[in-house]
């Protein structure tokens, strides 16, 4: 069923709804995260990835301490 919902969910905000405690902002933070250390490819860097909701509202994090 919850399949079904996010499926048929018309934006993130609503996707957020329908998933509710699960994790799915830091999931997207972490793989954003991944594709910022691939392209910056530099060790001397560290960047953090945040995730908002538009009432600015801290959904979702990755940084350089989460994992290697």
Known sequence: EILDRA?????AGALLQ???DLPLA?????QAL???R???AN?????????FDRDGCL?????PDDRS
């Open 18 to 20: 329908v998933v509710g």
């Open 7 to 11: 499926e048929a969910a018309h934006s």
């Open 34 to 36: 991944d594709v910022v």
């Open 38 to 40: 691939e392209t910056m």
């Open 59 to 63: 959904l979702g994090r990755a940084g």
């Open 26 to 30: 830091d999931n997207i933070a972490a």
């Open 43 to 51: 060790k001397e860097i560290s960047a953090d990835v945040v995730i």
